[in-house]
């Protein structure tokens, strides 16, 4: 267990006490400009200590992520463990009403690890389910350009026999929201007229030209 942050505690801090006994400082105007859940807490009673039920590798990335920074086990933006840090980091945003977090995890997921990437060097996912996983974080927590390139890329793979196994409708009846299903059959559409043309003119099959979010400048 660490030591106890309590007796050098600066003033204007709040320590989170994590589930598996850690102790975090956090400057208390941060996080209650951050969350509106600790905003309420903090507004209702007057304590320097918080107790979270998330552990310390699950809060300091939250952490990082509130002082602007993108956690350091994020570098490696081509790394699974990447995706997997900002999974948890929009979990636990969600849980206590950190929008700026959800902004910032969707600004540096689409601009670090996708855009300029996912059609110039045959970006996918590890495999279509986790694509689909990520759609529905989307649609849950309302990424919308994010949304749109997980949506692309999935129609992308759609149109490659990706889902060869599953039947078209089934392999939809996930995606909810009307934009990003629109954007799944528009990228379908693209990779099976793109597969045309290459084929007439003797190219290779599937190259599709980079797009991005129409609401993009």
Known sequence: MAASAIDK????????????????LVDKEMLCS??????????????????????RDCMEPVLAAMRGSPPAATYDTRSTS???VYKKVLVVADKYDMSLVRERVEKWLVSRCLRGRMRSTGFKF???AEGFEWLAICQKFDLKDLGWYCAYDLGTQLAGGAWGHRPVHEALEGVSCPELLKTVLEAVQAAVLAGA??????GAPGDVPEAGPAHDA
């Open 9 to 24: 505690q600066p003033t204007g801090c709040i320590t989170l006490l994590t589930a598996d006994g850690y102790e975090l």
């Open 34 to 55: 951050s969350s509106k859940f600790f905003a309420g807490m903090l507004t209702a009673c007057d304590t320097t200590r918080l107790h979270v039920e998330e552990s």
């Open 82 to 84: 990447c995706w997997a």
């Open 126 to 128: 590890q495999d279509v």
């Open 197 to 202: 043309g290459a084929g007439a003119a003797g």
